[in-house]
C-alpha cells in the first residue's frame, strides 16, 4: 500500500485570487461585447449563472462557461495566467514529501483542462503522480469521491496518508470520512475568489483537523 499526500491547490498552494477575479471580469467583458449589452448587464448575466451552479462542481467549470456564453475559455485563461502566485515553499514542500517516499496527488475543485494550464504554468505538473480534478469524479471535494477515487487508483493506505488544504469543508471534514490525516492551511481563506457566494460559508465551519499550519514549512514537522 502507499502512502499518498492529497494537496488542495487554491488556497493551498497557490494564490489564485487576482487570477481568477481577472478571469472573471474579462469573462464579463467578452459577453457584453458579444451581446452588445452594458458591462454592468453582463455582470447580472454572468453571475446568474454561477448563482444557478452554487454548491456544484460545475460551478468551477470555465470551459462550460465558455461554450455556455459562446466565449473562447482558454484564450481567456491564458491572458491572465501570470497573476497566478504560488505560495512560499510551495515547490520545495512538495519535493520534500516525495522524498520522504509519499506520492503526491492533487485534489481540486478544478476541472483538468484548466488545472493542467496552472500547473504547467507553475512548473509543478512534474511533481504530481496524479490530479484529480473535479470533471473527473463530477464532484465536489466535499463529497469525499476525489479522495475514494485517489485511493483507489494510486492504491493508498487511508492511515498512512494526509489531506492538506484551506477549506474546513473541502479539505479536512470530507477526508475524515476515509481516516486520512488532516492538516488544515490557516492562511488560504484571501488566497481563492469566489465570484459568487459559492462555498464561502465553507470557511465559517469550525472543524478538527489533526494539525493546523500557518505556513506550508511547517509541513516539515508533520510528515
Ligand atoms: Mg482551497
Redesign the pocket.
Known sequence: MEKLVFW?????LADESELDKAVCKSIEEEIAKKENIPFSEAQKLFNDYLKKLENKWQWHDYVRIGESFGLEWQSIQKMHLDKLILLPHAKEILGYVKNKGYRNILTTNAVSRVIYLRTDYTGLSVLFDAIIASDDVRALKSEGKHFAYGLKIMKGDPLLSFSI???PA??ILSAKKFNLITILCDF?KKL?HYHSEHLTHNFTENVFSDFRIKNLLEIKNII
Do not use: K, L, R
Request: proline fraction near 0%; hydrophobic fraction near 15%; glycine fraction near 24%.
Open positions: 488542495d491547490w487554491a488556497g493551498t488544504g484551506d477549506n473541502q479539505d488560504g481563492t
